[in-house]
Nanobody
Framework: QVQLVESGGGSVQAGSSLTLTCTAS????????MAWYRQAPGKEREFVAA?????????EYGDSVKGRFTISRDNTGMTAYLQMNSLKPVDTAIYSC?????WGQGPQVTVSS
């Protein structure tokens, strides 16, 4: 069993930065790929970024965030960070952390123009 707790959401203006944090608990949590997804009102859930468990330098990004967002993981493997730069209003969504098949609750990120 893995539990995920996220933090770091909020309301910012376009061009600003935010960092989301996802902390996992559970004996095997460090081995899971951790990923961020987001869902805006009326839209389908969208993949944002992922970082592997054992090879923490292996990352993947959705096309809409490449070059602006950076995902990383701490040395324990239990915490993943999503650094979001140059935020745009289209980035407004609920962001959820995932370690398949487990999900966190999801912080709201609101970007105003």
């Amino acid at each position: 069993q893995v539990q995920l707790v996220e933090s770091g959401g909020g309301s910012v203006q376009a061009g600003s930065s935010l960092t989301l944090t996802c902390t996992a608990s559970g004996r095997t949590a460090g081995s899971y790929t951790m990923a961020w997804y987001r869902q805006a009102p009326g839209k389908e859930r969208e993949f944002v970024a992922a970082v592997q468990g054992r090879r923490r330098n292996v990352t993947e990004y959705g096309d809409s965030v490449k070059g602006r967002f950076t995902i990383s993981r701490d040395n324990t493997g239990m915490t993943a960070y999503l650094q979001m730069n140059s935020l745009k209003p289209v980035d407004t969504a609920i962001y959820s952390c995932s370690a398949t098949p487990y999900w966190g609750q999801g912080p709201q990120v609101t970007v105003s123009s």
